[in-house]
């Protein structure tokens, strides 16, 4: 479940956020306009793309609160799910979202010998007979995060609660004992946001074991977010805030002698004391890192008195703050049961997952957690997969590494470490990722020494520069287009040129050709516009661009019918599914989503797992604004025909199109000839009608289906606000005009 904050890295531009259409405006009466013209560039030689419908047109399984799970996958469910007609699934890890450790198997070895209910988990390789129907997410007790992407009310940072027992530490896999490199290499870092700019020239730091003996404290200078727009500044030393040979303890140190107005203050670490934390000496995890028990910043004035900014208090009342990585050492009492809510939810058990049916029998796309796990658990999670039979697609590597604010080299450092440890239980496993949350526009993070600030153009460096690069057989991310709670109508221009343009970036930092690109995680977000008819046009459109563009595979989010409110979302129900619950949790109806997936899983392409080729369309009819209405999408399928799928984004005009088929290669344009199956699917099979928990469309579908005779002129009409299939066979050839 994707319940990000929205930040301007997420979202399309200002200009389009701040339009005041409503996702379904009012329109009194549908008219026709003029006729348009799609013409199809059907040469062989120019087809974009040729994918089995199988594996390109997927969904996904997250996690769901934990009293749900069994009802979602009781059988009745789950045939109403498949009935959707998706293909592969992409199964999403939700607990580093959540800042947790996943424990996909609840059986396994705690590491400290002295008390085996804490320490690092091993989930056990070994099958029983008893099978993994649930499995969850264990909160880390040394976070350094106030919130994050997954969750704005769940857990805090332990550096500023108000508890000098508490700490946060780093991640011991990006010390030198594990990357094999100086630690220099992979500085580990605070920050503290105080929401305001403010006059500072003091922090307090109450450092625990182990502790910095070489840092420097900072302070962004920039005309953006430090956090969040990463390229619009840099990290300016404080003038002599560079400390070398540090003792640790409780220190307050004068930043400046004149006080400088920031809002974001770094303290940034490159070598460690490597003396053991509170657990002990016994695990040399404890005893490499950094670790600082509360932090204090703000201004010291003449008599000396200081004065803190920074609010300290379990919960997120404290001043926000953030963290370079979490250790993800925590103990059996971190468990998170509670029912009915995700960021204690059930992530489905493997044994679940595989033998109910949702799989469809296919190999699936696999996570491991790597941004808050070991490798020696992901590496008993694939043993046990693969000892029980189950088909493995792709191995995804962690989850949102950028909504988790990783440089990409500490990502690339624990990619390699991870990468080893899985390929020593099967060489032949395609590793991927990273899961990129979904932005529209490259993802910039803090420039390095070159001036690089392209956060995937430095992680496919690193794996260059180590010789790693074999490791990575695929790219992966996310495709949540639009910002904001209100998704106006006028976002539907936007795509499919926003996924089309992501993909392109994607190649333009370095992905080398030939790579598959995934879209393991998608839908339209914004609120309650996915169960209106603009979700269904939007997924069509999405799903074609990203096709059109040379993606391989593409996943819905999601299969199980689970999406509570957004949480900055207060007067939204209606995000990420295709059906509506009842009181008990059940299926009780259909939504916009449901009807766009059967025509494309049923309509569009032909449901076997054989060759499908994609061609170009282009079509001339836009609006006054310039904003391109039809968008087309021709298919030819094994079984001979053409299947062309259109999205008319005009809510209030239908229009008709003459449909050309050219051949450059032989200079002839085709049209369609004798039956033609007409499918079609807008707001006259359906109509959203708010209520939160208790909206429900009326009417409520299904597509209508008819069988036309092919118009002499190959000339169409397509409903206002709708998705149309126009599936047939050609007339013979004729010479083009």
């Known amino acids: 479940m994707r319940l990000r904050k929205f930040t301007m890295r997420d979202g399309v531009c200002a200009a389009i956020a701040m339009l005041a259409l409503s996702a379904a405006p009012t329109v009194a009466t549908a008219q026709t306009a003029a006729t348009g013209k799609v013409t199809i560039d059907a040469t062989p030689a120019h087809a974009v793309n040729t994918f089995s ?30 009935s959707a007609g998706w293909g592969q699934i992409s199964y999403r890890q939700n607990t580093e979202l959540f800042i947790q450790d996943w424990h996909w198997n609840p059986k396994g070895m705690w590491s400290d010998p002295t008390d085996r209910g804490r320490g690092y988990f091993v989930g056990d390789a070994m099958p029983t007979s008893e099978p993994i129907r649930h499995s969850y997410g264990y909160a880390l007790p040394h976070r350094g995060f106030t919130r994050n992407g997954g969750t704005e009310d769940d857990g805090y940072s332990r550096l500023n609660d108000g508890d000098t027992k508490s700490y946060w530490k780093s991640n011991p896999y990006l010390t030198s004992a ?52 990463q390229a619009s500044g840099d990290w300016k030393t404080f003038p002599g805030a560079e400390f070398r040979a540090a003792k640790g303890g409780d220190v307050t140190l004068r930043l400046a002698d004149t006080p400088v107005k920031l809002r974001y203050v770094r303290v940034l670490m490159t070598e460690s004391s490597n003396t053991c934390d509170t657990h002990g000496s016994a695990d040399k995890r404890n005893c490499v890192g950094y670790a600082i028990n509360e932090v204090y910043l703000g201004a010291t004035d003449a008599s000396g008195k200081f004065t803190d900014y920074v609010r300290h208090t379990k919960g997120q009342d404290q001043t926000y703050t953030l963290c370079s990585s979490v250790d993800p050492w925590h103990q059996a009492s971190d468990l998170l049961t509670a029912p009915n809510q995700m960021w204690s939810g059930d992530q489905p058990g493997f044994d679940l997952f595989y033998t109910s049916g949702i799989t469809r029998g296919m190999p699936a796309i696999i996570p491991i957690a790597l941004v808050y796990g070991v490798p020696e658990d992901s590496a008993n999670q694939i043993a046990y997969i693969e000892k ?34 899985l390929h020593r239980v099967d060489p032949k496993l395609q590793l991927g990722g990273p899961a990129f949350q979904g932005v529209t526009e490259d993802i910039k993070t803090w420039r390095d020494a070159s001036g690089n600030d392209s956060w995937f153009g430095r992680f496919l460096n690193y794996l260059k520069a180590h010789g790693r690069m074999s490791d990575f057989t695929f790219m992966s991310f996310e495709h949540y287009p639009y910002d904001g709670c209100e998704t106006p109508w006028a976002n539907i221009y936007q795509e499919p040129q926003l996924i089309m343009h992501i993909m392109d970036v994607w ?3 370095g992905l080398p050709p030939g790579t598959p690109l995934f879209d393991t995680e998608t839908n339209a977000h914004g609120g309650e516009a996915s169960v209106e008819v603009f979700g269904a046009l939007w997924l069509a459109d999405s799903f074609g661009g990203f096709l059109t563009a040379g993606g391989q595979g593409t996943y819905y989010y999601h299969d199980l019918p689970y999406s509570p409110a957004h949480p900055n979302c207060k007067n939204s129900w209606g995000t990420y599914h295709m059906f509506m619950l009842d009181k008990d949790f059940k299926i009780r109806q259909k939504v916009s989503q449901y009807f766009a997936a059967e025509v494309l899983t049923k309509e569009w392409a032909q449901p076997v797992d054989q060759p499908h080729t994609l061609f170009r369309a282009a079509a001339d009819i836009k609006d006054g604004d310039g904003h391109t209405l039809v968008t087309a999408y021709p298919l030819k399928r094994p079984d001979g025909q053409w299947a062309v799928l259109l999205v008319n984004k005009d809510y209030g005009h239908a229009h008709s199109v003459k449909i050309a088929f050219r051949d450059e290669a032989s200079g002839a344009d085709r049209s369609f000839t004798g039956d033609v199956a007409r499918i079609t699917f807008g707001k006259e099979q359906y109509t959203w009608h708010p209520a939160r928990k208790e909206g429900y469309a009326d009417p409520d579908g299904p597509a209508a289906r008819s069988t036309v005779q092919a118009s002499p002129s190959g000339v169409y009409e397509l409903p206002a606000a709708s998705i149309t299939v126009l599936r047939g066979n050609l007339a013979a050839a004729h010479a083009a005009n």
């Not at 594996?55 to 498949?82: C, W």
């Open 53 to 82: 419908p199988l594996y390109a047109l997927g969904s996904t399984v997250d996690r769901v609160p934990s009293n749900m799970t069994d009802i979602f996958f009781a059988p009745d469910q789950l045939a109403q799910i498949q």
């Open 178 to 229: 594990y990357t094999g490199e100086a630690d220099t290499l992979h500085p580990q870092w605070i920050v503290i946001d105080l929401e305001a700019k403010k006059t500072v020239n003091t922090i307090k730091i109450d450092w625990a074991e182990p502790y910095a003996r070489v840092y420097q404290v900072q302070y962004w200078v920039g005309t953006g977010d430090a956090m969040d727009e």
């Open 388 to 421: 029980r039979g189950y088909p493995i697609a792709r191995v995804e590597m962690g989850e949102e590494a950028d909504g988790q604010y990783m440089v990409p080299e500490d990502y690339a450092s624990l990619y390699i470490q991870w990468a080893t440890a």
């Open 507 to 509: 190649r333009a930092d």
